[in-house]
């Protein structure tokens, strides 16, 4: 039987992770697509990356299907896409989902706090 840890190995063994200041450096040159994959309650508690797309994680398979009607823009399979949660362990998470799914550039910019300790920039929740 696997454990969450194992989960979480396999996916940290194959999604990169950045510190929070490499990541801000990249969202102030405009690069990439910053998503936050909580669910909306713990965004609206912090906030979230300034610009970034939330795409809860429950919800993320049928954001980035091009095939279906519920497929978010944002998610294209050839962008830079980094992704934030509250830890990391969630956007670890996501980004083995989405390498499975054949997206070829998908990194892990660890949990919210660290963003904000770094003082990237923030919207709202």
């Not at 990249?26 to 300034?50: K, L, N, Y």
């Not at 954001?63 to 009607?69: Q, R, T």
């Not at 996501?94 to 003082?119: C, P």
Request: glycine share 14%; aromatic share 6%; net charge negative.
């Amino acid at each position: 039987m696997k454990t969450a840890q194992d989960y979480l190995d396999a996916a940290n063994a194959i999604v990169p992770r950045i510190p929070a200041s490499e990541a801000i450096a990249i969202h102030s040159e405009g690069r990439g697509t910053f998503i936050d994959v909580r669910d909306s309650a713990a965004i609206a508690q912090t906030g979230t990356i300034a610009g970034a797309h939330r795409i809860p994680r429950g919800f993320l398979e049928f954001a980035a299907d091009k095939d279906l009607g519920s497929h978010d823009p944002a998610l294209d399979p050839e962008a830079e896409i980094f992704l934030v949660c509250g830890k990391g362990g969630q956007a670890a998470l996501s980004g083995a989902t989405l390498k499975a799914m054949g997206f070829a550039h998908v990194t892990n910019i660890g949990g919210i706090g660290d963003w904000k300790d770094a003082g990237g920039p923030m919207d709202a929740g």
